[in-house]
């Protein structure tokens, strides 16, 4: 007892108990001004995602959609043209198809058909007379001797009375001469039509 009311114990109890202070103050003060542990964006997206380079950008991942939307209607617009490129060929193969039929049937009407020029009437007039007061054995031998479309312009001013016994004198012989009489007629049946179709001019 004589110990603890000695000035010593005084001292010590009094040291341990700044001490205990000092330290209850310093801890209380330490946890106040400590800012709690903010986490790193960064950081965080790396613990939560994986590795940084496993990270995916929304932004980036909305670009891709849309140039591999871009690339999808590109090739469709490339193959339609491709497909509208294909049809065109082959319509041009068509119409030069179609271009040359005409031709060769223009040609060919061209070959058939006589135009009797107006300057050429009063002769070939003359000629049809002439050859209509002969026999059609004679006539055929004399008209034989020229040109089919020479002919169908004299026959096509007779009367069919006259020219009919001439083309059948001249279709007498070979299967040459009775194909030249058919042709004959089938030409003078076309010229007689475009005559007949011509509208007469006013007086």
Known sequence: MKFLQSSWAAAI??????????????????????????????????????????????????????????????ALREQQLKEFEARLQTERIELNQITQRVGLMQSEFDRLVVEVKKEEVPNLKKLAKNYSSMSPDGAANILKELTDAQLVKILTLMKEAESGPILEALGKGSDADSKRAALLTERMRLTLSKNATAKPKAP
């Open 13 to 74: 109890v009094g040291l341990l108990g700044y001490w205990l202070t000092t330290y209850v103050c310093w801890t209380k003060a330490s946890a106040t001004l400590t800012p709690p542990p903010v986490a790193h964006p960064t950081i965080e997206l790396a613990k939560t995602n994986g590795p940084s380079w496993e990270y995916k950008n929304p932004e980036v991942g909305q670009l891709i959609d849309d140039l591999r939307k871009q690339k999808e209607a590109l």
